[in-house]
């Protein structure tokens, strides 16, 4: 995948922002490519991944987590479900590549990965 770097007003990323929330997607990189048509479901995994990233790494050393539990009920279900498991996929490969921040632990009775918030500096 590739990548692209937009600079913008506060105002204009705000204003991308609710607009993307208000669709149910995950990030304005979804809206923009939702936007041009070309919004596929690995687009928009990458774009949960990367927001589920950020939010991991809000939570306390320590704290244990779903990738489904960083986000709201709601917003979760709105993702399409093979844009979820494709996200959980790509979430879990990056972890186990040794992202900083996050470690898997075992997964639930419901078959769900779980993680833990760790020192950003090991992922061990």
Known sequence: MKTVRVTMSDDAFLNLIAQA??????GIASLLLSRAGVLTDDAEAA?????AFFKA??????????LRGLFLKDTWEQFPKAARIRAGRQFFADVQAGVSGVRPLQKSSSNHQLYVRTK????A
């Open 21 to 26: 929330k208000s669709k149910g997607l995950p």
């Open 47 to 51: 774009d949960i991944k990367k927001k």
């Open 57 to 66: 790494r809000k939570l306390g050393v320590g704290k244990e987590f779903k």
């Open 120 to 123: 950003d500096d090991s992922s």
